[in-house]
Antibody, heavy 118, light 107 residues
Framework: QVTLKESGPGILQPSQTLSLTCTFS??????????VGWIRQPSGKGLEWLAN???????YYNPSLKNRLTISKDTSNNQAFLKITNVDTADTATYYC??????????WGQGVMVTVSS | DIQMTQSPASLSASLGETVSIECLAS??????LAWYQQKPGKSPQLLIY???SLQDGVPSRFSGSGSGTQYSLKISGMQPEDEGVYYC?????????FGSGTKLEIK
């Protein structure tokens, strides 16, 4: 059974760095073909893809976030991470991690709400 | 980036009615298209991938079709549990992009 769960700071101030953790079970990110992605959703709005990381440490980012993103993994502890630097109020959203199936997402975490506010 | 244009933005349907939602890609995506359903306060759920393949556990009243730049999701016989917001997503190339969503309600 595949499960994923996101964790994060809840609230942070503008210009700070957002650090998110995805803890998963039911698969390994050291297995050929496996990957994890991050997607976010501002309240009442649509979905925005942020980044993917693959079993071979290949990484892909949304260029609209202009080098503010860093995705990484810890295969020993079944975790994936996302950092977003220099946050502002536009980064307020629910952040989801999801296991990749080809370039779709068959498994999602419950999401973690992040608020950027001074 | 590939732009995904979804229509309509919202619609209401009666129980048992057949519903269709459209998704238009700004360039050909070779059937690399997924559909998700999202209910309030919940994570999106994958319904269809590869434009027409039904994800395990999804009711057979959901179907997907299309090719090239035009794709559609059909619900054959609207049920109360089908209320929610539906999103398309292209998996053809990075950056991955989603449609803006279609809100489906019971009439």
């Amino acid at each position: 059974q595949v499960t994923l769960k996101e964790s994060g700071p809840g609230i942070l101030q503008p210009s700070q760095t957002l650090s998110l953790t995805c803890t998963f079970s039911g698969f390994s990110l050291s297995t050929y073909g496996m990957g994890v992605g991050w997607i976010r959703q501002p309240s009442g709005k649509g979905l925005e893809w942020l980044a993917n990381i693959w079993w071979d440490d290949d990484k892909y980012y949304n260029p609209s976030l202009k080098n503010r993103l860093t995705i990484s993994k810890d295969t020993s502890n079944n975790q994936a991470f996302l950092k977003i630097t220099n946050v502002d109020t536009a980064d307020t959203a629910t952040y989801y991690c999801a296991r990749i199936g080809t370039l779709y997402y068959p498994y999602w975490g419950q999401g973690v709400m992040v608020t950027v506010s001074s | 980036d590939i732009q995904m244009t979804q229509s309509p933005a919202s619609l209401s349907a009666s129980l048992g009615e057949t519903v269709s939602i459209e998704c238009l890609a700004s360039e050909g995506i070779s059937n690399s298209l997924a559909w998700y359903q999202q209910k309030p306060g919940k994570s999106p759920q994958l319904l269809i991938y590869g434009a027409s393949s039904l994800q395990d556990g999804v009711p057979s009243r959901f179907s997907g079709s299309g090719s090239g730049t035009q794709y559609s999701l059909k619900i054959s016989g609207m049920q109360p549990e089908d209320e929610g917001v539906y999103y398309c997503q292209q998996g053809y190339k990075y950056p991955l992009t989603f449609g803006s969503g279609t809100k489906l309600e019971i009439k």
